[in-house]
Protein backbone atom coordinates (compact mmCIF):
# COMPACT_ATOMS: atom_id res chain seq x y z
CA UNK A 1 0.00 0.00 0.00
CA UNK A 2 1.11 3.18 -0.89
CA UNK A 3 1.21 5.93 1.54
CA UNK A 4 1.82 9.02 1.86
CA UNK A 5 1.64 11.48 5.00
CA UNK A 6 0.90 15.54 5.04
CA UNK A 7 1.94 17.00 8.07
CA UNK A 8 2.43 21.05 9.34
CA UNK A 9 4.65 20.50 12.53
CA UNK A 10 5.90 24.02 13.86
CA UNK A 11 5.84 24.55 17.14
CA UNK A 12 7.57 22.28 19.44
CA UNK A 13 8.26 18.71 16.78
CA UNK A 14 5.49 16.64 17.92
CA UNK A 15 3.09 16.68 15.32
CA UNK A 16 6.16 15.56 12.73
CA UNK A 17 7.25 12.90 15.55
CA UNK A 18 4.08 11.09 15.67
CA UNK A 19 4.16 11.33 11.94
CA UNK A 20 7.21 10.15 11.31
CA UNK A 21 5.98 6.64 13.44
CA UNK A 22 3.34 6.31 11.94
CA UNK A 23 4.89 6.61 8.64
CA UNK A 24 7.76 3.97 9.88
CA UNK A 25 4.76 1.50 9.98
CA UNK A 26 3.31 2.43 6.74
CA UNK A 27 6.29 2.92 4.92
CA UNK A 28 5.18 6.18 4.14
CA UNK A 29 7.26 9.23 3.26
CA UNK A 30 5.95 12.30 5.43
CA UNK A 31 6.11 15.67 3.63
CA UNK A 32 4.56 19.47 4.34
CA UNK A 33 1.76 20.46 2.31
CA UNK A 34 4.15 23.02 0.45
CA UNK A 35 6.35 19.41 -0.76
CA UNK A 36 3.01 18.33 -2.91
CA UNK A 37 0.66 19.05 -5.34
CA UNK A 38 -3.15 17.99 -5.25
CA UNK A 39 -2.25 16.09 -8.03
CA UNK A 40 0.77 13.86 -6.79
CA UNK A 41 -1.51 12.55 -4.13
CA UNK A 42 -3.67 10.47 -6.62
CA UNK A 43 -0.72 8.47 -6.76
CA UNK A 44 -0.95 7.33 -3.01
CA UNK A 45 -3.72 4.59 -1.38
CA UNK A 46 -3.50 5.99 1.49
CA UNK A 47 -3.16 9.56 2.57
CA UNK A 48 -2.64 11.00 6.07
CA UNK A 49 -3.25 14.71 7.08
CA UNK A 50 -2.35 16.31 10.36
CA UNK A 51 -0.90 19.00 12.38
CA UNK A 52 -1.07 20.87 15.85
CA UNK A 53 -3.95 21.91 16.56
CA UNK A 54 -4.08 25.84 17.18
CA UNK A 55 -7.29 27.65 18.67
CA UNK A 56 -9.29 24.59 18.18
CA UNK A 57 -8.56 24.00 14.72
CA UNK A 58 -5.90 22.30 12.58
CA UNK A 59 -3.16 24.77 11.22
CA UNK A 60 -3.98 26.84 8.32
CA UNK A 61 -1.41 25.58 6.02
CA UNK A 62 -2.63 22.21 6.19
CA UNK A 63 -6.53 23.85 6.21
CA UNK A 64 -5.33 25.32 2.82
CA UNK A 65 -3.88 23.07 1.41
CA UNK A 66 -7.55 20.33 2.06
CA UNK A 67 -9.23 23.25 0.92
CA UNK A 68 -7.38 23.33 -2.53
CA UNK A 69 -7.81 20.10 -3.73
CA UNK A 70 -9.99 18.80 -6.23
CA UNK A 71 -13.70 17.41 -5.65
CA UNK A 72 -13.95 14.15 -6.65
CA UNK A 73 -13.03 10.61 -6.25
CA UNK A 74 -9.68 10.86 -4.08
CA UNK A 75 -9.01 7.64 -2.26
CA UNK A 76 -8.54 6.43 1.32
CA UNK A 77 -7.20 8.91 4.26
CA UNK A 78 -6.94 9.78 7.75
CA UNK A 79 -6.20 12.31 10.40
CA UNK A 80 -4.48 12.96 13.55
CA UNK A 81 -3.56 16.12 15.67
CA UNK A 82 -1.31 16.97 18.29
CA UNK A 83 -2.56 19.01 21.01
CA UNK A 84 -2.72 20.52 24.37
CA UNK A 85 -6.45 20.09 24.53
CA UNK A 86 -8.78 17.49 23.36
CA UNK A 87 -8.42 18.24 19.44
CA UNK A 88 -12.06 19.06 17.25
CA UNK A 89 -11.20 16.47 14.61
CA UNK A 90 -15.22 17.32 12.77
CA UNK A 91 -13.67 19.94 10.42
CA UNK A 92 -10.62 18.78 8.61
CA UNK A 93 -12.44 14.70 8.40
CA UNK A 94 -15.82 16.57 6.44
CA UNK A 95 -13.91 18.88 4.48
CA UNK A 96 -11.98 15.53 3.29
CA UNK A 97 -14.92 14.06 3.02
CA UNK A 98 -16.58 16.78 0.83
CA UNK A 99 -13.57 16.37 -1.38
CA UNK A 100 -14.02 12.78 -1.95
CA UNK A 101 -11.68 10.95 0.52
CA UNK A 102 -13.01 8.19 2.74
CA UNK A 103 -11.56 9.01 6.23
CA UNK A 104 -10.73 5.98 7.50
CA UNK A 105 -9.58 7.04 11.31
CA UNK A 106 -8.78 9.53 13.25
CA UNK A 107 -6.13 9.54 15.93
CA UNK A 108 -4.75 12.54 18.57
CA UNK A 109 -2.55 12.53 21.31
CA UNK A 110 -2.02 15.07 23.72
CA UNK A 111 0.91 17.08 23.35
CA UNK A 112 3.69 19.91 24.84
CA UNK A 113 2.01 22.81 24.63
CA UNK A 114 2.88 26.49 25.52
CA UNK A 115 0.30 28.53 22.99
CA UNK A 116 -0.31 32.07 24.16
CA UNK A 117 -1.29 32.42 28.01
CA UNK A 118 -0.16 28.73 28.65
CA UNK A 119 3.53 29.88 28.30
CA UNK A 120 3.41 32.26 30.88
CA UNK A 121 3.12 28.90 33.09
CA UNK A 122 5.30 27.12 30.98
CA UNK A 123 2.99 25.15 29.30
CA UNK A 124 1.63 22.26 29.51
CA UNK A 125 1.50 18.65 29.31
CA UNK A 126 5.04 18.71 28.90
CA UNK A 127 7.40 15.70 27.93
CA UNK A 128 4.37 14.60 25.57
CA UNK A 129 3.95 12.68 23.37
CA UNK A 130 6.03 10.00 25.53
CA UNK A 131 6.88 6.37 24.55
CA UNK A 132 3.29 5.28 25.40
CA UNK A 133 1.58 8.23 22.93
CA UNK A 134 4.43 7.24 20.48
CA UNK A 135 3.57 3.62 20.32
CA UNK A 136 -0.50 4.10 20.48
CA UNK A 137 0.64 6.38 17.14
CA UNK A 138 2.17 2.88 15.71
CA UNK A 139 -0.56 0.84 16.52
CA UNK A 140 -3.28 3.36 14.99
CA UNK A 141 -0.94 3.53 11.60
CA UNK A 142 -0.73 -0.88 11.86
CA UNK A 143 -4.46 -0.96 12.13
CA UNK A 144 -4.84 1.00 9.00
CA UNK A 145 -3.05 -1.28 6.98
Known amino acids: ?5 VCVSVSHGNTRRVAEAMGEVLGARVV ?4 VSPADLAEYDLVGFGSGIFSMAFH ?3 REFARSLPEGQQ ?6 ATSGFPAVMGPMTRLLGRKGFEVMDTFSVRAFDTFAPLKLVGGIHKGRPDAT ?3 AARAFAAGLG
Open 1 to 5: MKTLI
Open 32 to 35: EPEE
Open 60 to 62: PRL
Open 75 to 80: GRAFVF
Open 133 to 135: DMA
